[in-house]
Nanobody, 121 residues
Framework: QVQLLESGGGLVQPGGSLRLSCAAP????????MGWYRQTPERTRELVAR???????NYAESVKGRFTISTDNAKRTVFLQMNSLKPEDTAVYYC???????????????WGQGTQVTVSS
């Protein structure tokens, strides 16, 4: 069982910033990609941002220019810097990682437990 450890959610005023972090175990063999998704009671889970092991990133249109995804040098921790936050960014944010546990394994998708982000005055 792979556990992804998330942190960084909270309450922030509109226009403010938050930084989310998600760490995968160092012992795993390969991380193909990591990303952040978000979900509200009214909407299905949607991709916010994703970054591959080669550094290619993509973003939801609604967050382009405001959010930045990055990883540490070991590519085992992913960060989401969220600036100019809006009330519509309020959601539970989930970390996702596509991981190969051992050499030769195909990758499987793993999820964090979710962290609440609330943007409100």
């Amino acid at each position: 069982q792979v556990q992804l450890l998330e942190s960084g959610g909270g309450l922030v005023q509109p226009g403010g910033s938050l930084r989310l972090s998600c760490a995968a175990p160092r012992s795993i063999y390969r991380v193909e990609a990591m990303g952040w998704y978000r979900q509200t009671p009214e909407r299905t889970r949607e991709l916010v941002a994703r970054i591959t092991s080669s550094g290619t990133s993509n973003y939801a249109e609604s967050v382009k220019g405001r959010f930045t995804i990055s990883t540490d040098n070991a590519k085992r921790t992913v960060f989401l810097q969220m600036n100019s936050l809006k009330p519509e960014d309020t959601a539970v944010y989930y970390c996702n990682a596509e991981i190969g546990l051992r050499p030769g394994d195909v990758t499987d998708s793993y999820w964090g437990q979710g962290t609440q982000v609330t943007v409100s005055s």
